[in-house]
């Protein structure tokens, strides 16, 4: 995920003009090495209407995944729609996939941290507040500690920090 300093991922109508173009050039390849993508529905919804050019129609990956609770949305042509991120899971591990790329939005991040889905977190800090907008986690009753193992500094003073879940041994 990308966040500003202040955990925001977008504005509150979904924009994401605050982010540097290098960004999704870095998103295009990690989903390219990975493979897939899994996003909540309205994610994939404010990034295809907002974003005509470059959106994720055009990201190079075999395994498109839409969760969504809606029975009713339809997977657009390239795309598969799941309804938890138990069936996402299930799915690409059943097609050999083992690191599946969650992109979000806030409300299924929060989703698959509650249920324990998460192993590592990569977040990268763009050097830029935003006031108000729609934050990488939906509030949720969970608690997730981490153990940082990578940071790096990327082009335009952004921060790369790859953290993984830290599981206590019972």
């Known amino acids: 995920m990308v966040i500003s300093p202040n955990g925001y991922i977008a504005r509150e109508d979904g924009s994401e003009d605050w982010l540097p173009e290098e960004g999704w050039e870095e998103f295009v390849k990690l989903a390219k090495n990975l493979n897939n ?3 909540g529905r ?3 919804t404010q990034v295809t209407n907002r974003y005509k050019d470059y959106n994720f129609d055009s990201v190079p990956c075999k395994y498109k995944i839409i969760v969504t609770q809606n029975k009713k949305f ?3 042509n390239g795309y598969r729609v799941v309804y ?3 069936e996402a899971i299930q799915y690409l591990q059943s097609e050999d996939i083992e690191n599946i790329f969650l992109i979000g939005g806030g409300k299924l991040n929060s989703e698959f941290m509650k249920k324990g889905l998460v192993n590592e977190l990569q977040l990268t800090v763009n050097p830029y507040i935003i006031g108000k907008g729609r934050s990488f986690l939906a509030p949720a009753n969970f608690e997730m500690p981490l153990k940082l193992v990578e940071h790096s500094e990327l082009p335009g003073g952004r921060i790369k920090l790859k953290y993984i879940v830290h599981k206590p041994k019972h």
């Open 74 to 76: 339809q997977a657009p």
């Open 37 to 39: 993508v899994v996003m």
């Open 42 to 44: 309205e994610t994939y």
């Open 84 to 86: 938890s991120p138990e």
